[in-house]
Structures are given as C-alpha cells and as structure tokens.
C-alpha cells in the first residue's frame, strides 16, 4: 500500500492527520505538484482527475478522493471511530457536519486560494471576485462556527471526528489568503487550540 | 420521521431517488423555496445553512446534508447496497466515484444556475463569468464521464449506486441552463436511458 501525495496540499494533509489518529503508517510517494506532475502522465493514470492524494492497494487499485481514503481505512480499522459506526444517526450526524466543513468552510477557503493567488495565475482559469466572495462566505460561516461551539467540544459533538479534521485542514491552509483565528471568535479559538495540540496536527 | 424539502431541488430528488431505491416511505413536509421559507425561522432551527432537505428523526433530530440523510438510510436498511457495505475497498470506491460525480460534475452544473440564472439574481451575489466557466468545466467532465462508461454499466462500476444517483440528479438539473445529453456523449446516453427508465427517476 502507498500513498501518493504532496506535503502542501490541504486534502492529503486531512488523510495524513486521519492516519495519524488512527495510528496507521503508510509508505508515502510524493507528487511534485509544483513541476505539475499531477496534471501528466503516468500520474492521470492513477487520478484521471489530476489531484492528489491517491492511496494505491497491493493488488493496484488506486482510490482517488481524500474523504474516500478516510473511509478505507475507517472501515479497514473502525478504531478510533471517526466517520461514526453502525449506528445509523451517529454515522449520519458525523457526515452532515463533515460535509458542512467541508462545502461551508473547506471549500470556499480552498477557492479564495485558487481564484485569487498568483500560484494559481498560470496554471488555471481565475476568477477574483468570485474568490472575494468566497472570502466573504467562508466567514460568515466561520462566525456561525463560533457560535456552535460554544455549547460542545468538537465540530460534530463531545467526540473529535473526521469534521475537525476538515474544519482544521480548511482553516490552516488559509493562513496564505489571511484567514486567521483570533480572540474575536473565542469558541472557535479555544477549538483551535485542542486540535493543533494534537499529535496528528504535525502530520 | 419526516422529510423536509422541495420537489424542484435538485439535493432533495438525490435523496428521493434513494429512498424509492431503498423502497423506503418517509412522509414528505413540503419547504416553500419561492417564498424563501428555508431561509428564515423557524427552518433555521431545523438547518441553520438554510438549505433543503432535512430529515426530522422521532426523537426531534435534524439531519441535513443530502449524502448524510443517505447515510442514515444506508445503515438503518442495508439493502439494496448503495453507498457500500463492510468491504472497505467498496466502500472507498464507491465514494470516490460519488465524490466525482458530486464535486466534478453535479456542483458545477447547480454554480451554473446559481450564478447565471435570474432566478438567483435577487437573492444571490452572482458571478456570471464564474458560471460559464463551471459550464465548460463540466462540459469537459461529462466528456471524460461518458469515456468511462464506455467500459461498464455504472459510474461506479457493475452495480447501479449513490454515484449514478448524483450524476442523474445533477445532469437532469442542469436542463435549466441547456446542459444535455446527446449522441455526441453516447454511452453518457446510454447510461442516461438506463437510469431515467428506472421507477426511482420518477420519484
């Protein structure tokens, strides 16, 4: 088994910190993102999509999609449960606010980078308002974070789940388009605080 | 239980289709999007992102988030299997293929509408331009999606899933803004034939 992946990239850092709190180990390949070799061959064989990571089976399967090899390995070793077990509310609760880091918060910080960085200028279509306006949403949203964590510990409730890890890779990787946690949004602090505490936050 | 939505929503349809799949009856409360019911209280109390569907659990639980009303239905009735079962390698798979079908193909034809329709014009910041490249986007991934399907029956392999469900949902939507499939893509139609021709489509 092996991972594909780039140290940058917010999405293999979400598989990186999940392996990391699981207490699995996997051998790593990394992808120059910055020479493209993940828009090339023999790279599109593995994610015709072009993105990283990519975990590749010893039988040559390769499963493309960072949430997707979370769930490999959340059901290839269900211990410490982090995208819920069999019950079926649990699993669903988990999911709702996984996705909600993840298309709410993840994502739209995610597109002020691709849409407003001089990184992404050369490589892709860029669209900079639309970038701005996801600045503007990705706040809104985190405000709102705030103030859903006053009440409970973790994103998804008292147990630490897969939505800290994309509520922590989202916030993190906006650090390079200013998106900063300060005291103006206390619960959120405190939040952050635990988890980069943690020792998979080095992953 | 009850299912909070609308019948024009694309993310409600996605999870009708998988509760007919399912053969699964939830009793239907309907959300009023014209009169932007879902974007005031009490639905905040119910979804504070404002966004249909939701489904109302006995015990006055609300799940929100399509994929994870889904998941709650996947685990509390296994069969028909559509988002995979213990097998973590099937499971993976069949994520990752929802998630292409989702993030590739099915978003980029809703940020089309959102952006570019007048429907949205009074209730939205729109980003035209932003929109047309989404179109072309997805355009070149019903391209690539339709290559795929040139090798098997459904998007995620031999077994009809989740991830035909969101494709579905998401190319039917995009009627609105002249997304169609045509001979041009003909395994795309094929595949299209297939899955419209299904009593779930109707649902």
Redesign the interface.
């Known amino acids: 088994m092996k991972l594909h992946e780039a140290a940058t990239a917010p999405n293999c850092r979400r598989v990186r910190i999940f392996l990391a709190e699981k207490g699995i180990d996997v051998p790593v390949v990394p992808v120059d993102l910055g020479q493209a070799e993940n828009r090339q061959e023999p790279f599109r064989q593995k994610n015709?999509?072009g993105r990283v990571p990519v975990?590749e089976?010893d039988d040559g399967?390769f499963?493309?999609?960072s949430?997707?090899?979370c769930?490999?390995?959340?059901?290839?070793q269900p211990e410490p449960v982090l995208m819920?077990g069999?019950?079926?509310?649990e699993?669903?609760?988990i999911?709702?606010w996984q996705?909600?880091m993840e298309l709410?918060i993840a994502l739209p910080i995610m597109q002020v980078f691709r849409?407003t960085h001089p990184y992404f200028a050369d490589r892709i279509?860029q669209?900079p308002?639309?970038g701005e306006?996801q600045r503007s949403h990705a706040t809104k949203r985190l405000e709102?974070l705030d103030k859903e964590l006053a009440d409970r510990e973790f994103v998804a409730g008292d147990a630490y789940t897969i939505a800290d890890i994309t509520a922590q890779i989202g916030i993190d990787f906006g650090r390079v388009t200013k998106f900063k946690v300060t005291e103006e949004t206390p619960n959120l602090l405190r939040w952050h605080q635990a988890v980069s505490a943690r020792p998979s936050a080095k992953a």
Do not use: C, K
């Open positions: 015709p999509m975990l089976l399967t499963i493309a999609e949430v997707a090899i769930r490999y390995f959340e059901q290839f819920g069999s019950d079926p509310e699993a669903a609760r999911e709702m996705r909600r709410e849409n279509d669209y308002d639309y306006g709102w």
